[in-house]
């Protein structure tokens, strides 16, 4: 489903169980729910869309049992840009969020998906990401590990300790991330996860 237009609906675009495929370069403006809803993601690409002024949320998804929510981008919905209600496995990177009253991505994670993705760059090239308090690729916490392209996943450690668990307090972590140049040479700044 590609290149699509929803402007004024209840829901921009309603995918009651999407087991393959791809869904990409689609719109979905000022819809009175969510500008996507999905809700079984058991497979396939969710990549490339913009969801715009929603009185809920831009992009909901419930049950993401695998597959990829990628390079989508949410402007200026009323709550959320993105909210995952039981992420169980699969792939969230690269999504955009921005002038919307909670940017947050993820509700009730289960280890197996990635977390977050953070970029950098760098006139001479990034060639590494760590965690600042431990130097190595787990947080301090062991609850997190960062990749060599900066993408956060949550380890069983985490999990165990219900930390991505949104009825659990605390919601928010904070965590200092290291990223190296080909040079050597480093830069730190925090990262924030939250669960939402």
Known sequence: MTGNTANDSRTGFYIFTMTGGTVSGNTANNSSENGFFVNDFSAGILS??????????????????????????????TLHGFEIDSFYNGTVTGNTSSGNTENGFL???????????????????????????????????????????????????????????????????VHSVTVIDGAGNSSAANITLNDR
């Open 48 to 77: 490339g869309n913009t969801a715009n002024g929603s009185t809920q949320r831009g992009y909901y998804v419930e049950h993401f049992n695998n597959g990829t929510l990628s390079n989508n981008t949410a402007n200026a919905n």
């Open 107 to 173: 509700m009730n994670s289960i280890f197996g998906g990635t977390f977050s993705d953070n970029v950098a760059t760098d006139n001479v090239a990034v060639t590494g990401y760590s965690f600042t308090a431990t130097g190595t690729n787990t947080s301090s916490d062991g609850y997190y590990e960062i990749d060599g392209s900066g993408v956060i996943t949550i380890t069983a450690a985490g999990v165990a300790a219900d930390v991505n668990d949104f009825e659990t307090a605390p919601n928010s972590t």
